[in-house]
């Protein structure tokens, strides 16, 4: 579907209120274009911002839990920033003590009040999606909105399971599309679900609609996507399993009703955002980067083992774990890449990552087939289509072949062409990473998204030596 326009709740993020003061959020409706061009190494090191995933969670299950949750490293990204405000709007309370350093106050499990406005979550599946969970076990009505590229993304494959369990979808959008109120359910009942696609925001809605219901949720899903949600609910005091379930699947059992407890988080660097400056050391010659504190939960780093699959030196030191999930510190050397078949079953592991994986591959000597993307096209934009017109702008030989991408990669790339972004922070950054090493400058029509995910991307590439300008 084409997303057209900054979206209906305008800008993506509204002015912040009350205990947000220190917090700035900064989309404007005027596109911010960019060129990035080559320029020389990449070398330096630095940490790039907390995991998107972990902190949407922290904050979530801060207003879930009776007691004090204290979180640093948090991503004060445009995305998480909603899910704050929505908590606040729910009634926790949600304020900033210091750099990247937060409190919560929880409610309890279903503790959630009856939200004077509509949630706004701007352009954030992930935070949309997981609150839609947790609503749905408490007996409050909510609407939930956010802007043009999340209003074209489904949302039945949450409802679906989440009507199962009581809640109710009041008002809504054509195909279970925003704008949409839910009614939570009053009495939530627990179900065992199978979840259609491999889908950690689906299987995370269904587990905080579970924390409300009586007896066990059971979730089960045929390939594993990323635990966050499990591992921070163990930590918050639940009482959760997850065995093997098949080949790569899971089986996750939650007991309800639990009393979550306050806990501290300590939100390890993304690796969904360290890959841009990795990508970029690895293709801009002589480079030499070093990326503190990066998480290497396995479920996420399907990335890294592709790229070293495709020849890349990628080290790994100081391997640690903080509340549940490992970390390291990453040197990335440039490397001569070579193309590689990438199997369907990691996606899971590597979905946010395709983008930027497409433009290592075009820099790499031979073909990249990478197989079963169909769920990039419900991303924040249709990512497939995206992802090879960014490429072929460039000058670079790609197909989409059904689900699958191919990139024929010829060891360098002539450059020189304008990307549209769509509203999508992954192809901002991807297309300004491939200007780093690209004949010709490369030059993206918006970098207002960025903010989403990754607001110091550009100072932070910048340090490194890239040239954006
Ligand atoms: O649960 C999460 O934090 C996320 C899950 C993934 O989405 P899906 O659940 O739709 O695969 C991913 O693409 C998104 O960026 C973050
Ligand atoms: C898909 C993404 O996020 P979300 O689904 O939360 O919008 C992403 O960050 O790449």
Not at 55 to 68: D, Y
Not at 290 to 297: G, Q, R
Not at 337 to 345: D, F, N, Q, S
Not at 362 to 384: C, H, N, P, W, Y
């Amino acid at each position: 579907m084409p997303v057209t326009g900054r979206g209906p709740c305008g800008t993506c993020a509204p002015a912040l209120r009350g205990t947000f003061k220190d917090t700035i959020l900064t989309h404007s409706d005027q596109p911010r274009p960019l060129h990035s061009r080559a320029n020389g190494p990449l070398t330096g090191k630095v940490r790039v911002p907390g995991d998107k995933s972990i902190s949407h969670r922290a904050l979530i299950l801060g207003a879930l839990a009776v007691g004090e949750t204290r979180i640093s490293g948090l991503l004060e990204g445009e995305d998480v920033l909603n899910t704050a405000k929505s908590m606040q709007a729910l009634g926790a309370s949600v304020e900033r003590t210091g750099d990247f350093a937060w409190k919560v106050q929880g409610v309890g499990v279903a503790g959630f009040a009856q939200p004077k406005a509509a949630l706004d979550f701007g352009n954030s599946g992930t935070g949309c999606r997981l609150v839609m969970g947790a609503v749905a076990g408490c007996p409050i009505s909510a609407v939930f909105d956010g802007d043009a590229s999340l209003r074209s993304r489904p949302m039945r494959r949450i409802l679906d399971p989440l009507e199962k369990m009581g809640a109710r979808v009041v008002s809504g959008g054509e195909g279970g599309r925003l704008p949409l109120t839910v009614q939570g359910a009053r009495d939530p009942l627990p179900i065992t679900y199978k979840t259609p696609v491999a889908s950690a925001q689906i299987k995370s809605a269904v587990l905080l609609a579970g924390l409300a219901a009586p007896g066990i949720t059971t979730l089960i899903e045929n390939e594993a996507s990323r635990d966050h949600t499990e591992l921070m609910l163990k930590h918050f005091g639940a009482d959760i399993t997850s065995t093997k379930e098949g080949l790569h699947g899971r089986r996750i059992t939650l007991k309800g009703q639990p009393e979550l407890h306050g806990a501290n988080v300590v939100v390890p660097a993304d690796p969904s955002s360290a890959a841009f400056p990795v990508v970029a050391a690895l293709i801009a010659e002589g480079s030499d980067v070093v990326l503190s504190d990066v998480m290497t939960n396995p479920l996420r780093t399907g990335l890294f083992t592709t790229l070293r699959e495709m020849g890349a030196s990628i080290e790994e030191s100081e391997v640690r774990g903080d509340a549940g999930e490992p970390m390291a510190q990453l040197r990335v050397r440039a490397s001569k890449l070579r193309g590689v078949e990438v199997p369907p079953e990691r996606a899971p592991s590597m979905i946010d990552e395709y983008l930027v994986l497409a433009v290592a591959a075009s820099f790499a000597e031979g073909t990249t087939i990478m197989r079963g993307l169909q769920e990039l096209r419900v991303k924040e934009s249709d990512r497939l289509e995206a992802t090879a017109e960014m490429l072929r702008v460039n000058g670079v030989k790609v197909e989409v072949s059904g689900d699958d991408l191919i990139v024929h990669g010829h060891g360098h790339v002539p450059g020189g062409g304008l990307v549209a972004t769509h509203m999508d922070h992954r192809i901002a950054m991807s297309a300004l990473v491939m200007g780093c090493a690209s004949d010709q400058p490369v030059t993206v029509d918006d970098t207002a998204f960025i903010a989403t995910s990754f607001p110091d991307f550009i100072p932070m590439m910048r340090s490194l030596g890239a040239e954006f300008s």
